[in-house]
């Protein structure tokens, strides 16, 4: 996964928008939105400025194995089949989705 790609995961972990993001790292919006939309990567005069306004270190973020796709810590677990179709499901909500579902699994308990 791309530089670009782990900090639009975490934007989105965070509920931040690119506005914001822009807003508190001084980068600006059209900057941002090409990393997106050219699959590039920031400049390494920016790392810094991004970790510490995402709340990661520059290790976390350049890593490879640290963030997946999905902004979940790389890690193993055992799950069965039908684990595994839950956890997929829920991976691919929206996050006001994700919320819902928390409740209702509240609700069900």
Known sequence: MMISERIFVLLDRKGMTQKEF??????????????KRK???????????????LHVT???????????KDGDMDYVIALNEKEEVVLEKFRNLDSRQKERLLGYMDALQ
């Open 22 to 35: 822009s807003k508190q790292t001084g980068i600006s919006q059209s900057t941002i939105s090409e990393w």
């Open 58 to 68: 520059p290790y976390e973020l350049l890593a490879e194995s640290t963030v997946d």
């Open 39 to 53: 699959n590039t990567n920031p400049s390494a005069d920016k790392i810094l400025k991004i970790c510490e306004v």
